[in-house]
């Protein structure tokens, strides 16, 4: 990874776009219909660091090396990290391909590479993100404070999310109706059970795009990840990022059952797989899958 992807909250945030022509529009487009307080400046003024002071994020977009020079001085004197169009070499940040749902928000970067691989990589993945998916997510935002309070286990609070990503609420959400909504994830939520765990036998031979789509899904809604050290890197970069890791000779079987009756999903990603390990977990009674060929 070359360059780390973030996002910069725009609520209440000031954007600075000094200069002026089709590629300042173009940047000035990029926030319509945000809550940044978008500021165009032209001219001497762009060349002022109190113009800056306190902005999130400024833009500077010209033909004038000159004016461009001026500008990303004030700019930086302000501390505010500056993109300059079409010109990598000055940026402290590049402006990815963006994919805008209102609360989700996709984003492809080249790093300034490319921008036509970007538009055309970002053309491909908004067809398949609903225009409902923002909505959803606005979904959660609202009852986030409620859904923590009621279940503070993290394990236990993804599970959850899981299954209203699966039920009524987000099939109302992404339908427009946020009230019924509303009203499916509160009742839900006053009913919810403790899920139960789950142990998910994953190959780790390799390559990843050889998986099938279920052991996919199960790297990435696992909780825990149980990998043999010869597993393959790019399996391995399925799971997600924040699950817990494990060692396969940390990982006994007395300690994965535990963690699935605690009601957590376990993805094993093994190469190799003793049979007395896997009738160890069956005969404990935790609901347990193998997901892809594995030797035994």
Avoid: W
């Avoid at 935002?141 to 209203?164: E, G, I, K, T, Y």
């Avoid at 049979?275 to 160890?280: F, G, I, K, P, R």
């Amino acid at each position: 990874m070359d360059a780390f992807p973030a996002y910069v909250p725009l609520a209440g945030r000031t954007v600075v776009i000094a200069g002026g022509g089709d590629a300042a529009e173009a940047k000035a487009r990029l926030f319509a219909g945000s809550p940044a307080n978008v500021l165009r400046v032209q001219g001497p003024a762009a060349f002022q660091a109190e113009i800056y002071r306190g902005a999130a994020l400024a833009f500077v977009a010209s033909d004038d090396d000159s004016f461009i020079m001026a500008a990303v001085a004030a700019a930086r004197a302000a501390h505010v990290p500056v993109n300059v169009t079409d010109r990598p070499e000055l940026c402290d940040f590049t402006t990815p391909a963006v994919i805008d749902r209102g609360e989700v928000v996709a984003a492809v970067g080249t790093g300034g590479a490319s921008p036509m691989l970007a538009t055309l990589l970002r053309a491909e993945i908004e067809a398949r993100i609903p225009l409902g998916a923002g909505r959803v997510a606005a979904l959660f935002r609202r009852h986030q404070a409620a859904v923590r309070a009621a279940l503070p286990d993290l394990h236990r609070r993804r599970a959850f999310l899981r299954s209203v990503l699966q039920g009524d609420a987000a099939d109302a959400a992404m339908a427009g109706d946020m009230e019924l909504a509303s009203r499916s994830l509160l009742e839900a939520l006053a009913t919810d059970r403790r899920a139960e765990g789950i142990i998910q036998f994953v190959s780790g031979h390799g390559p990843a795009d050889l998986l099938t789509l279920r052991a996919s899904r199960a790297l990435a809604a696992a909780d825990l990840l149980a990998a043999d050290a010869d597993a393959d890197a790019g399996v391995l970069a399925l799971a997600r990022r924040d699950a817990r890791r494990l060692n396969a000779i940390d990982a006994t079987p007395d300690q994965l059952i535990t963690l699935a009756r605690d009601g957590q999903r376990v993805a094993r990603v093994a190469t190799t797989l003793q049979a007395s390990e896997l009738e160890t977990l069956r005969a404990s009674g935790v609901a347990v899958e193998v997901l892809a060929s594995i030797q035994v």
